[in-house]
Nanobody, 117 residues
């Protein structure tokens, strides 16, 4: 089993920055993708950013150039640096781990990000 612990959410003003962290523990697979999804009122849950084994990244068009996803050397922590925040970035952010071998998805409990104008 994999457990995901999220932190770093909070309140920021437009133009500000936040850093989200997700620490995976348990039986972490070798072939995986880790990333962040978000869900806001009135909006469909969407992929924000993802990084897979090998370091390939994928970003939503709305965050590309503003957000940066990265992993630590051990591969158990994924970071999302969010710069130039906009009110539209407000939502609950969920960490996700995708086991590419078993096809299992693991989810964090979510962390609230609120951006004021």
């Amino acid at each position: 089993q994999v457990q995901l612990a999220e932190s770093g959410g909070g309140l920021a003003q437009a133009g500000g920055s936040l850093r989200l962290s997700c620490v995976a523990s348990g039986r972490i697979p070798s072939m995986l993708g880790m990333g962040w999804y978000r869900q806001a009122p009135g909006k469909q849950r969407e992929l924000v950013a993802k990084i897979v084994s090998g370091g390939i990244t994928n970003y939503a068009d709305s965050v590309r150039g503003r957000f940066t996803i990265s992993r630590d050397r051990a591969g158990n922590t994924v970071l999302l640096q969010m710069n130039s925040l906009r009110p539209e970035d407000t939502g609950v952010y969920f960490c996700n781990l995708d086991d590419r071998w078993t096809h299992m998805d693991y989810w964090g409990q979510g962390t609230q990000v609120t951006v004021s104008s």
